[in-house]
């Protein structure tokens, strides 16, 4: 089977089954936000694993993390955002699965990821805030250090 033809059947049969998840999860009642996203999730993993395309790991960790979280809001109360939490856990999977699969180091993912496991918890969205009130002091910081580095050097001395 040609490149074409076989993409076109990825194509189609991705399709039937996302449309039969969706027509039979309609009828489910309690968690099916978190089946919808758990299952679009794994069809993108798949077609990962299947195609080694980087494109279709973002999507499967995004949705996946959104399937944890919303199954701990489901099943638990409290204070944590466990959507953020499961988001940002999306994101370490899309760095963690590359890795074990394709032995890439991309560490973008691991950016977001932090940030939205961090903001999940109470008492960050007030850091958070800090942060974004403050932080033109830290290019002040960075400047300082790059001056004071470049300023101990030997032979830098300014004539």
């Known amino acids: 089977m040609d490149a074409q033809r076989q993409s076109r059947v990825t194509a189609g049969a991705t399709l039937i ?76 999977l899309i760095y963690g699965l590359d890795l074990l699969y394709r032995r890439r180091r991309l560490w973008w993912p691991l950016v977001p990821g932090c940030i939205l496991v961090l903001l999940a918890f109470p008492g960050t969205k007030d850091l958070l805030d800090l942060v974004i009130d403050h932080w033109p002091l830290l290019l002040v910081i960075i400047g300082v250090v790059i001056v004071a580095h470049a300023m101990m050097r030997p032979g830098s001395r300014a004539d």
Do not use: N
């Open 17 to 92: 089954v996302v449309g039969l998840l969706l027509f039979f999860l309609q009828h489910m009642e309690g968690l099916g936000d978190t089946a919808i996203f758990a299952a679009l999730g794994g069809i993108f993993l798949v077609g990962y694993l299947w195609r080694k395309a980087y494109g279709l790991l973002v999507p499967a960790g995004i949705l996946l993390g959104l399937a944890v979280g919303s199954y701990f809001d489901e099943i638990t109360t409290g204070e944590a955002d466990w959507t953020l939490f499961g988001l940002g856990c999306g994101f370490f």
